[in-house]
């Protein structure tokens, strides 16, 4: 096929293409392109060594419903009228 510069790479050289090939480029790829261009730099990588003390935190109030209710102070319309 003329004019497709990469066929050749996208096609096993023993077989003649015999249909051209679809490539679906989705809508999320510039997000998705800037998230793994974001994800190798420093500061991101100083902040993920944080993230399992965070996460820790969480899992601690997820497991522990109740606690949250002991900690916090509660709105005025949730105190016991009495």
């Known amino acids: 096929m003329p004019g497709l510069p990469l066929l050749k ?7 003649s293409p015999t249909t051209p090939r679809a490539v679906f480029i ?3 790829r510039v997000a998705y392109d800037q998230l793994v ?12 060594k944080l993230r399992p003390q965070i ?4 899992a601690g ?5 109740l606690r949250r209710r002991w900690e916090s102070p509660a ?7 009495g």
């Open 55 to 58: 996460e820790r935190i969480i």
């Open 9 to 15: 790479q996208c096609r096993d050289s023993e077989k």
């Open 75 to 81: 709105p005025a319309w949730t105190l016991p009228m």
């Open 26 to 28: 989705s809508d999320y």
């Open 37 to 48: 261009a974001t994800s190798h730099t420093d500061e991101f990588r100083q902040e993920m």
């Open 61 to 65: 109030r997820r497991r522990r419903p």
